[in-house]
């Protein structure tokens, strides 16, 4: 088996693609610690090397992110043995289903922009923001403002509230004269 490695814009975290489906089409999962990590093998099996502090687990991709005291120079052989090893013994993914995804915090009254606006995301934004070993999850649309949480290399990137504020905000407003501002929302 052999595992493709790709830096992010995130300089603590690291993409790890191991030429299979992880997540699929089930969507994606985030575990900020290892509390948590139990619903998935994997995540649970990466959390035990010392110094990963962040797992997230895309369509094809896993991201790890790194504690500021680990150097990727001994965590990433440790990494990407971890995850041959998982996908070899042809172990899950996940061991339980996702929970359900978290309310929206929507006006009914705006359906139709918060449509436009999730079909942006979709189409122009998500993708771009995969293939940097994140993701962009909307949160929510209230009194013109848009709210969204960063996932995977883009939570704690230093280049992501550029990203929302100069590209994502940006390519909103200009399509969705309703939007004014993006805000980052916390898990």
């Not at 299979?20 to 969507?27: A, I, L, N």
């Not at 940097?132 to 929510?140: A, E, K, M, P, S």
Request: overall charge negative; aromatic content about 6%.
């Amino acid at each position: 088996m052999f595992i493709e490695t790709e830096s992010t814009p995130n300089p603590a975290t690291l993409k790890f693609l191991p030429g299979q489906d992880v997540m699929g089409s089930r969507g994606t999962a985030d575990f900020a610690e290892a509390e948590g990590a139990e619903r998935s093998p994997l995540a649970e099996r990466l959390f035990r090397l010392e110094g990963v502090s962040r797992i997230f687990l895309g369509a094809d991709f896993v991201t790890v992110t790194k504690s500021d005291e680990a150097d990727w120079q001994s965590l990433r052989p440790q990494v990407l043995g971890a995850i041959m090893e998982h996908f070899m013994a042809g172990r899950p993914v996940l061991a339980e289903a996702l929970d359900a995804e978290e309310e929206e915090d929507t006006d009914p009254a705006d359906a139709e922009v918060v449509a436009q606006i999730k079909d942006l995301l979709d189409t122009r934004v998500r993708p771009a923001v995969a293939g940097d070993g994140g993701d962009i999850v909307f949160r929510g649309f209230r009194d013109g403002i848009v709210r969204l949480r960063m996932q995977g290399a883009c939570s704690g990137c230093p280049s992501s509230s550029a990203t929302l504020k100069h590209g994502v905000e940006s390519m909103l407003r200009h399509y969705v004269p309703e939007v004014v501002a993006v805000e980052q929302v916390e898990a």
